[in-house]
């Protein structure tokens, strides 16, 4: 496994154990909307961003927020910030 496939998988790791322990029969793909399914919101997204900032070693910027979308949309950002 590569590193950007370790990636998708933590952050999807993250989001089902963090945000669906309670509900494991949500269906969720790395394109479904974390935000619009009520997956996630502003409260929960903080958690996100220090997830990936303790995690990753990356610092998220305000208008990064508005990509923190889908699973597969978090993967993406964190990997830009690696350069990867």
Do not use: C, W
């Not at 309670?22 to 974390?34: A, K, S």
Request: glycine letters at 2%.
């Amino acid at each position: 496994m590569d590193q950007t496939e370790a990636i998708d998988q933590r952050v999807d790791a993250f989001v089902r154990n963090t945000y669906l322990d309670d509900d494991p029969d949500v269906e969720l793909t790395g394109r479904t909307h974390l935000v619009e399914s009520g997956i996630i919101d502003s409260i929960r997204v903080l958690s996100l961003v220090e997830f990936m900032e303790e995690e990753y070693e990356i610092e998220i910027e305000p208008q990064d927020l508005f990509r923190l979308i889908s699973i597969s949309e978090i993967a993406l950002v964190i990997k830009e910030k690696l350069a990867l």
